[in-house]
């Protein structure tokens, strides 16, 4: 949980280096809190029985999923940044992703691979043992 904290620290940093367990723990953990929140969501909407009685909290709780999805997206992306900073790629090979079918594998290729042992042009090297 300290990873997720730590990168919804560095809201909106795009300079540095993020280190692949910063990347890997954050996306884990968003990964179970978004399912946690859609589990909810579908399961307050069909306890009536039927769709189109909605009370208050039935309508409430998919707004708190999709503002919690809105929320996390500038964290996220700017992790991503990092992330390719980490392996000596600008943040602009996150456009590889528009090529289809492809262009996620190659990102996760990236995602994967450790970082670069010393000093890159993005910063210093990153230790993924704790945050800070």
Aim: include cysteine; aromatic fraction near 18%; proline fraction near 5%.
């Amino acid at each position: 949980m300290r990873w997720y904290i730590y990168a919804l620290k560095k809201y909106f940093t795009l300079e540095g280096r993020a280190g692949r367990a910063e990347f890997w723990y954050f996306n884990i953990i968003h990964f179970l809190i978004s399912i946690l929140l859609f589990m909810v969501c579908v399961s307050s909407v069909f306890s009536s029985g039927t769709v189109s009685s909605l009370s208050i909290i039935q309508t409430i709780l998919p707004a708190i999923f999709i503002l919690y999805y809105i929320a996390t997206i500038p964290p996220n992306f700017a992790l991503q940044v990092r992330r390719l900073h980490d392996v000596n790629y600008s943040g602009w090979f996150l456009l590889v992703s528009l090529i289809p079918f492809v262009g996620i594998f190659i990102l996760l290729i990236f995602f994967c691979r450790k970082g670069t042992p010393r000093n890159n042009t993005y910063g210093p090297v990153v230790y993924s043992t704790r945050p800070v």
